[in-house]
């Protein structure tokens, strides 16, 4: 009998490098959508007659739809399956990224850029849960992290693209390719199988999404593990918006530098990610939350130290490598213990979880570019969400080195609840 995990006789393609590649692949919507166009964001910011801080909000506008769609779309997959949410959305997604490109207006930029995000969400918030699907515990954790690796390809080449392309096209071009990168992706969702069996199917409406909802929320390691992976967000969204200022307005770097220098930092995420997989083989992902977001909140203060004391550059940059890279440590364990004890709300709870880091590095990240884009406030910045990351993990989540702290809560659990049958 399967209590929870799993699916007892999961698609043979569950087993494959290829499924890990094509899950890796759907999951870049975010750093795709962000990451591509930041060399142009300065071009952008002149060419549309607007303030580097509206600039600012048409990645902020896209990280909100990001944010909120999954908050749809993840209970709308435990209700109907994975698949078919997924393809609607990346098809959406494509046609967006075409009309982004066709934007008169910093104002109708931040709009469609808003329908982009909603329509990404899709991928990021599926993919959560399809893994959740298949695999549980330790080899959750693993598989998150070997995610990492294979979704990492994309922050380390899109700025990399983007600064290139832009010799000989323009932001509007950008969009373009974004739209022809996710056709490609459409292919690649085709050939997905679906993951969540028939039985665990949600067929209560309202009622039974607001349910699975409460089961969610109701449940302290999933509250703290979500609370401090969103306030973690934050410091990787102050980062990815405000850096292209910084080194290109501050430190004089051309867009091809700083896409060259995004591209290195992003290797050292991950580079965190793989060093979280290896550990793993010895550590459960309970014991290794903590301590490694202290790691974090330690390299993001050395480097707003080596900011305030206006360190040269090559100094500035190793240790920006370090927190970048630190920050790809604990997500992924924050993640595998959000989902683990939530077998019949995994699109539920991938939803709260991913919406929350979006939502949260949408609303305080531009913060801290407030008086101007400049190294100490963004280091700074960066800093203290890795301090309230840390608390958030050691003081209310307090996992347990012998498993998940607290009882999973019964509420939402097809084993428990009356809109469903008992599980085979």
Known sequence: MNTGGP??????????????????????????????????LPALARQLKASDGAAQWSISACMIGLAVGQLFIGPLSDRI???????????????????????PSIEALIVLRLVQGLAGSAGM?????????????????????????????????APVLGGQLLYV???????????????????????????????LRHAGGLRRVRAGFSAVAGDRLFV?????????????????????????DGYGVSPQVFSLI?????????????VNALLLRRFAPERLLVPEALVALVSAVGTAVAAALHAPLA???????????????????????????????????????????????????????LGGASAVMMTGGIAVARVGSWLAYALVARPRAGGASGAAPRT?????????GPRP
Request: charged content about 10%; some cysteine; aromatic content about 8%.
């Open 412 to 420: 939402g659990d097809p084993d428990h609840d009356p809109d469903h």
């Open 81 to 103: 399956g994975r698949r078919r949410p997924l393809f609607a959305g990346v098809v959406t997604y494509t046609a967006a990224s075409l009309l982004c490109a066709t934007a």
């Open 315 to 369: 100094v500035f940059l190793s240790a920006l490598f370090v927190t970048i890279m630190s920050g790809g440590l604990a997500s992924p364990n924050a993640t595998a213990l959000a989902l683990t004890r939530h077998p019949a709300n995994a699109g539920t709870a991938a939803a709260l979880l991913g919406s929350t880091g979006f939502l949260f590095g949408a609303l305080f990240a531009p913060f801290a570019s």
């Open 169 to 199: 096209v323009d932001w509007r071009g950008l969009f373009v390719l974004l739209a022809a990168i996710s056709a490609l992706l459409m292919l690649a969702a085709v050939t997905l199988p679906e993951t969540l069996r028939p039985q």
């Open 224 to 248: 703290g593990c979500t609370l401090g992976s969103s306030i973690g967000s934050i410091a990787l969204f102050i980062y990815i918006s405000v850096s292209s200022f910084v080194l290109q």
């Open 7 to 40: 699916p007892e006789d999961p698609p043979p393609i569950a087993r494959t490098r290829r499924l890990l590649f094509t899950l890796g692949a759907l999951s870049t919507f975010g750093p795709l959508s962000i990451d591509l166009y930041l060399p142009a």
């Open 262 to 274: 995004f591209a290195v930092n992003s290797v050292g995420l991950i580079l965190g990610g793989w």
């Open 125 to 157: 918030v599926v993919v959560e849960a399809m893994v959740r699907d298949l695999y549980e515990g330790r080899q959750m954790a693993r598989i998150m992290s070997l995610l990492m690796l294979i979704g990492g390809f994309a922050p380390i080449v």
